[in-house]
């Protein structure tokens, strides 16, 4: 397994707190991702980093902020979670190379 | 933004048999990828193949870029195979389009 690592791993919150999931990775890895996984939607883009405070938004970005102050710290912020925001958050890594995207194990975010 | 479409949403086979998966896109890509998500939600790499065709044990894919088009070959069905694979597009800019994905349920 690529060595990344999710936390939480589950999360509860009510509606207008603020909310971080940590994606960490020990494979030094350029690239990082961070998508929402959502029935009938497949996995969506939400953003992603090609370096140390290097950040794009992806395809549903809204409500959505990011930060990446090391290599192996990937940070996804809920400024004011909101129930659509309820989903299951991945983050996924890339060397760039022919290999492909890795994936951690997901957090189960709820938000009431 | 591109469109990536799997098909069958949903496939129901017996242990033993053999499957075929299909990823159209919309566009030209720079890489495409294909994912199992088992049923405990963990995603796994299968292949990563902007082209031609790599085998995995009972597993291969082909793709063909200039026709858009993928699939996934499942040879001799195992109920260790059940779950959700996906195919993902990448773009330039290292940005990557998923399908809606194909629900593979093998029974014993």
């Known amino acids: 397994d690529a060595g990344i690592t999710q936390s939480p791993r589950h999360k509860v919150t009510e509606t207008g707190t603020p909310v971080t999931l940590r994606c960490h990775q020990t494979e030094n890895h350029r690239y990082m991702y961070w998508y929402r996984q959502d029935p009938g939607h497949g996995l969506r883009l939400i953003h992603y980093s090609y370096g140390v405070k290097d950040t794009d938004k992806g395809e549903v970005s809204d409500g959505y902020s990011v930060s990446r102050s090391k290599t192996e710290d990937f940070l996804l912020t809920l400024e004011s979670a909101t129930s659509s925001q309820t989903s299951v958050y991945f983050c996924?890594?890339?060397?760039?190379?022919?290999?492909?995207?890795?994936f951690g194990p997901g957090t189960r975010l709820t938000v009431l | 933004g591109i469109q990536v479409e799997q098909s069958p949403p949903d496939l129901i086979l017996q242990e033993g048999a053999n499957s075929t998966l299909r990823c159209n896109f919309s566009d030209s890509v720079n890489n495409l990828q294909w994912f199992h998500q088992n049923p405990w939600g963990q995603l796994i790499n299968l292949f990563y193949i902007p082209s031609g065709t790599k085998q995995n044990g009972r597993l291969s894919a082909t793709t063909v870029a200039t026709e858009r088009y993928s699939l996934l070959y499942i040879s001799s069905s195992q109920t260790t195979d059940s779950g959700v694979y996906f195919c993902?597009?990448?773009?330039?800019?290292?940005?990557?389009?998923f399908g809606t994905g194909t629900s593979l349920t093998v029974i014993p």
């Open positions: 993902a597009v990448e773009l330039a800019g290292n940005q990557f389009y």
């Open positions: 996924a890594i890339s060397s760039g190379g022919a290999v492909g995207q890795f």
